[in-house]
């Protein structure tokens, strides 16, 4: 009913920057808010990120003034800007979409790997 569809994840060297996309497709009439979660190796599974529709945002205190998350052109679209990557930032991110209607919906999950 409900597809979210990653990209950018990757492989990237410490103080390297990665830009991760997610797009919100299917049964869609309306998202209360978007953002990340994250699942690190020895670590619980952590929101990185939320933003709300009318723009608000929250950010972990282990990715501010590291990481931007903002709204895309392109429809139910977010991108998560990451910057001076550390090696405890590898994890599988996913994306998530808070739907009024429909609840929460989440991605398949991308991989980011920082060397070093």
């Known amino acids: 009913q409900v597809q979210l569809v990653e990209s950018g994840g990757g492989l990237v060297q410490a103080g390297g920057s990665l830009t991760l996309s997610c797009a919100a497709s299917?049964?869609?009439?309306?998202?209360?808010?978007m953002g990340w979660y994250r699942r690190a190796p020895g670590k619980q599974h952590e929101l990185v990120v939320r933003i709300s529709s009318g723009g608000n945002t929250n950010y972990a205190e282990a990715v501010k003034g590291r990481f931007t998350i903002s709204r895309a052109n392109a429809k139910n679209t977010v991108l998560l800007q990451m910057n001076s990557l550390k090696p405890e930032d590898t994890a599988v991110y996913y994306c998530?979409?808070?739907?009024?209607?429909?609840?929460?919906?989440w991605g398949q999950g991308t991989q980011v790997t920082v060397s070093s």
């Open positions: 299917g049964s869609i009439f309306s998202i209360n808010a």
């Open positions: 998530y979409a808070e739907l009024p209607a429909a609840g929460n919906y």
